[in-house]
């Protein structure tokens, strides 16, 4: 049985609903000949964790999951899974418990061949129905831009958030590839309309930190120096770059001891807040990172572990579980979940706080037939 996930876009928008505890209840649909039950994690609205199980007597081959209404799928939106089904053989599908049920959703509709399967269709019961109430704000977050190539993309980013209602847009980290001032003024250039009515906040990555950063160049092109933080909304928005380039040593050191001072500080005195952290590199063994069926092509340049400045983070990481950390850096795309069910979201299985990845907008990287590209 093949499994695979998608997002509905090339790049994440923040809605402040995002769900951080599964409850051990479960709710089962009645089983029928040709059926899709649904096994949900919690009863808490809009949360679509759980185990959705599709059962039909006379299909074989690949159907596509879609949230719908009125018997069709909803527009602006991929497939939520696809599986491969065995006539008369049931086959189960679990959805993390951080996916939410879009607003306009009535139903759960199985697609064969680019049509609805008319007798696979599960009704989400009103219980479930998201209602989240009048939104708050919304904010973009994106990644990996690496400006020396293809800076469309980036203003088509831009322009998408903008029309969606974005508050603001928070980029974490490698804005240029090569740390140069082109790139950086090229940067500026992009973002300067924006400035007024959409402001972007940005990181450096390890590409940006590459041979040191200079912190007073970093602010004349961003408008924002290395480490920084604001409140908005009563919530709390931290942002720690990247210090220079050091991987896979004893002595690595991407965060200074001086940055992670005032990140404890900063953490420390919001820790009654929901606080959204942008940190460019991921923790190994957890959300932003890959791994193959063949055990190879892990992506090598994860945040040393058992370093000073790593085990210090990590400790952070655990002990202030109000935060919602935002990394970047392995530009995996988001469908490659069907890999790794937490590499876009995780929640550390309650050892830390909830770790969300970011794919490149620029250099998405792919699992294709066994090989990466």
């Known amino acids: 049985m093949k499994i695979m996930y998608k997002a509905f876009a090339f790049l994440l928008v923040i809605r402040l609903s995002l769900f951080c505890s599964v409850s051990v209840d479960t709710i089962t649909a009645q089983a029928a000949a040709n059926s899709i039950t649904y096994q949900y994690y919690s009863d808490q609205n809009g949360n ?113 958030l903008k029309d969606y209602g974005c508050a603001f847009v928070c980029v974490a980290g490698d804005i240029t590839h090569n740390g140069d001032i082109a790139e950086l003024d090229s940067y500026k250039t992009i973002v300067s309309p924006y400035s007024s009515t959409m402001p972007v906040y940005a990181i450096a990555g390890n590409h940006d930190a590459q041979g040191g950063i200079d912190e007073n160049l970093w602010e004349m092109y961003t408008g924002h120096g290395l480490c920084y933080a604001f409140d908005y909304c009563e919530d709390r928005f931290v942002f720690i770059s990247t210090s220079k380039w050091d991987f896979q040593s004893p002595s690595s050191e991407i965060l200074t001891k001086e940055q992670l001072d005032w990140l404890e500080k900063e953490l420390e005195a919001n820790k009654g807040k929901r606080v959204y952290l942008f940190q460019h590199v991921f923790l190994n063994n957890t959300c932003g990172n890959i791994y193959y069926p063949d055990g190879n092509g892990v992506y090598e340049l994860w945040f040393t572990e058992g370093t000073a400045d790593e085990k210090r983070f990590r400790n952070l990481m655990s002990k202030y579980r109000n935060l919602i950390w935002f990394s970047g850096h392995s530009h995996w795309k988001f469908y490659l979940q069907y890999l790794n069910r937490d590499i876009n979201i995780y929640g550390g299985d309650g050892k830390y706080c909830t770790m969300v990845h970011i794919p490149s907008i620029t250099y998405p990287r792919d699992y294709i037939d066994g090989r990466l590209t």
């Not at 799928?73 to 418990?97: M, V």
């Open 48 to 160: 679509a964790g759980g185990k959705i199980t599709i059962l039909s007597d006379t299909m074989n081959g690949e159907v596509k999951l879609y949230w719908g209404r009125g018997g069709r799928k909803l527009d602006n939106y991929s497939e939520l899974a696809t599986a491969t089904l065995e006539a008369g053989r049931p086959t189960t599908i679990e959805i993390q418990k951080f996916t939410a049920i879009p607003e306009g959703a009535l139903q759960l509709i199985a697609y064969s061949n680019g049509k609805p399967v008319h007798s696979l269709v599960y009704q989400i019961p009103a219980y479930k129905l998201p209602n989240f109430g009048a939104k708050r704000y919304s904010f973009g977050a994106v990644s990996d831009i690496h400006l020396n190539t293809r800076p469309e993309s980036f203003s088509k980013a831009l322009n998408f």
